[in-house]
């Protein structure tokens, strides 16, 4: 795709023509926005926004390990300010920071924020669920989806545009998560944290979705866990599996920022590196711009990222598509498309890099002799039901570590 003409206006200009000033609470006039399903309907792309928990763990606001969201009581304007980073790299849509909200995690709180910002420009507002330590902990139905009703009541509330049951080891608690969505009446979008090998049940891809969809998801995909590219493999194959049950269904794809050819079916959490030497394995913005264009191509249209997602990866996503938006996000205003800006830079080979097919062709060098391509995932092969995912209120004890330890060794 040759480099998006200058004349495009930007999402700011047109934003701005949709909106009147921005109010702190959801006061807009009905059909202001159009809704999601309205835009994927239209054959619109919607993008979706990055990795809170990982983001802010970066930047110091939320623990590695449980990630759960009290940054969004705690440090409410960290949260506003990624929110309206990622809205003016481009996003549409503002995901709420609940992630690993449920009431055996953490109170439900981070909608405000989302709220705020996404009324700033013309973005939607997703409210999150995810899986529950209780269905782990082989909880009954009725128990897991009364967390998942006490969650939705906050965003009914709250009126957010659509609902979203993410990141999902099982197809089975989706099912369960999307039922409740369901009844409200909302737009409501599922997407599993599996690969090509299918849930940690092992049903595949096709028949994940299919249930989904049958539950009641208006669009399926996948999320976390694996790259772009085993992420848009794995979508299609649930798109595959849709249209051959003869159901009708959009597509989302929201994967890691980070590259796991090496990864076994948990995806990058039985990776050594998880979670604080990943680095190496970020995916740069030219990654970012063939994995928009895959996507697109594979008929996925609502196209955003997970952990490790920065607001710099969505404006490459945006700055791909910008041909099929209309538009460049306010984000590209300085930045230029393709390295458009370097044309500018003192040095004259740096210049020279200012055009598309140097960026496509590089192959980045990590900089660190000796270091190995690959890794061996640390997976033990537990999931739901097994005795080392029951959850407990208190901190693992030092005994517990210890015989982590020991039996980490012993499979080592």
Request: glycine share 10%; hydrophobic share 35%.
């Amino acid at each position: 795709m040759p480099r998006a003409p200058r004349p495009f206006r930007t999402h700011r200009d047109s934003a701005a023509e949709k909106r009147g000033p921005a109010t702190a609470a959801r006061t807009m006039a009905p059909g202001a926005k159009k809704g999601i399903l309205e835009r994927l309907d239209a054959g619109e792309i919607v993008i979706g926004d990055g990795g809170f928990v990982f983001a802010l763990e970066k930047r110091g606001y939320v623990k590695a390990g449980p990630w759960t969201p009290e940054a969004a009581a705690e440090h409410p304007e960290a949260v506003r300010q990624l929110h309206r980073e990622f809205l003016r790299a481009g996003s549409s849509v503002m995901q709420t920071f609940t992630f690993y909200a449920s009431d055996d995690k953490l109170e439900n709180r981070g909608h405000t924020q989302s709220f705020t910002v996404a009324d700033e420009g013309d973005a939607l507002v997703a409210g999150g669920v995810s899986q529950t330590p209780a269905y782990l902990s082989c909880k009954s139905e009725d128990d897991v989806k009364a967390i998942f009703k006490k969650q939705i009541d906050v965003f009914v509330q709250k009126n957010v545009d659509v609902l979203l049951a993410e990141y999902f080891e099982h197809v089975e608690e989706a099912e369960w998560a999307v039922q409740v969505l369901k009844s409200t009446g909302k737009p409501v979008a599922a997407s599993l944290c599996i690969g090509p090998e299918g849930d940690l049940n092992g049903v595949s891809p096709g028949d994940c979705a299919v249930r989904l969809v049958k539950a009641g998801a208006h669009i399926v995909g996948i999320n976390c866990h694996f790259d772009p590219e085993t992420c848009v493999k794995t979508v299609k194959m649930m798109k595959e599996g849709v249209e051959k049950a003869g159901l009708k269904a959009h597509y989302i794809c929201q994967p890691l920022a980070y590259h796991t050819p090496d990864c076994n079916c948990q995806g990058f959490i039985d990776l050594p590196e998880f979670p604080f030497g990943l680095e190496p394995r970020i995916l740069t913005r030219w990654d970012m711009q063939k994995y928009a264009r895959e996507a697109y191509n594979a008929g996925i249209r609502y196209i955003g990222g997970c952990c490790g997602f920065e607001p710099y990866h969505i404006r490459a996503l945006a700055e791909e598509l910008a041909t099929e938006r209309g538009f460049l996000p306010a984000g590209s205003e300085k930045h230029g498309t393709w390295g458009a800006g370097l044309e500018m830079h003192t040095k004259p080979w740096v210049r020279a890099r200012a055009r598309r097919d140097y960026w496509e062709a590089l192959k980045p060098a990590s900089g660190r002799p000796l270091c190995p391509s690959m890794a061996s995932p640390d997976g033990w092969g537990v999931t739901k039901g097994h005795a080392d995912l029951m959850q407990q209120k208190e901190p693992t004890s030092q005994d517990q570590l210890n015989a982590l330890f020991e039996k980490a060794n012993k499979i080592q």
